[in-house]
């Protein structure tokens, strides 16, 4: 079992940051992919950041250059920096980890971005 605990979201204004944290605890393999979704009021899911074991990231097209994901593989915990926030980046944000027995998900955590 993995389970995950998110913290860092609330409530700013545009062009304001804000840095989420999810930390991971269980049967983690070392090799593993961390990543953000987010979730909008009536839309899908959708891969907001993503960074593997060894360092390889990947971002959605609408925030690279804004946002940045980290991680400590000491602490098994994975970091999501978002600068310069939009209204459009208002979403329920959801921490993932998957390595090749898990799939695991965060319980959520709001964003909201006021324009």
């Known amino acids: 079992q993995v389970q995950l605990v998110e913290s860092g979201g609330g409530l700013v204004q545009a062009g304001g940051s804000l840095r989420l944290s999810c930390a991971a605890s269980g049967s983690i393999f070392s090799r593993n992919t961390m990543g953000w979704y987010r979730q909008a009021p009536g839309k899908q899911r959708e891969l907001v950041a993503a960074?593997?074991?060894?360092?390889?990231?990947n971002y959605a097209d609408s925030v690279k250059g804004r946002f940045t994901i980290s991680r400590d593989n000491t602490k098994n915990t994975v970091y999501l920096q978002m600068n310069s926030l939009k209204p459009e980046d208002t979403a329920v944000y959801y921490c993932?980890?998957?390595?090749?027995?898990?799939?695991?998900w965060g319980q959520g955590t709001q964003v909201t971005v006021s324009s």
């Open positions: 960074i593997a074991s060894g360092g390889t990231t």
């Open positions: 993932n980890v998957r390595d090749w027995l898990h799939n695991a």
